[in-house]
């Protein structure tokens, strides 16, 4: 069956970093593109970037030149490198896949971005 299983997460001051990463499992990884969410508490849930199976990248503007997506497709896992974080970034971090048709999500790793 289809598994994604982020980890990563962690406590972070203000202008740290952090690289999440997600495992996949149960499709053809290589041939799926791939998103990265977040949800704040009270919040609804963000889309915050995507990565095509060639590899091509799109991000929201609330992280352009801030986050990096990648995927490496060899160890089946999708990154998200997260620098100058900020308060505002604090939320449940999720990666997304539509496999047949059916969206998938991971159960997701928490980040707080506080000094």
């Known amino acids: 069956q289809v598994q994604l299983v982020e980890s990563g997460g962690g406590l972070v001051q203000p202008g740290g970093s952090l690289r999440l990463s997600c495992a996949a499992s149960g499709f053809t990884f290589s041939s799926s593109p791939m998103d990265w969410y977040r949800q704040a508490p009270g919040k609804q849930r963000e889309w915050v970037a995507t990565?095509?199976?060639?590899?091509?990248?799109h991000y929201a503007d609330s992280v352009k030149g801030r986050f990096t997506i990648s995927r490496d497709n060899a160890k089946n896992t999708v990154y998200l490198q997260m620098n100058s974080l900020k308060p505002e970034d604090t939320a449940v971090y999720l990666c997304?896949?539509?496999?047949?048709?059916?969206?998938?999500w991971g159960q997701g790793t928490q980040v707080t971005v506080s000094s």
């Open positions: 997304m896949s539509v496999v047949r048709g059916q969206m998938y």
């Open positions: 990565i095509t199976r060639a590899g091509g990248t």
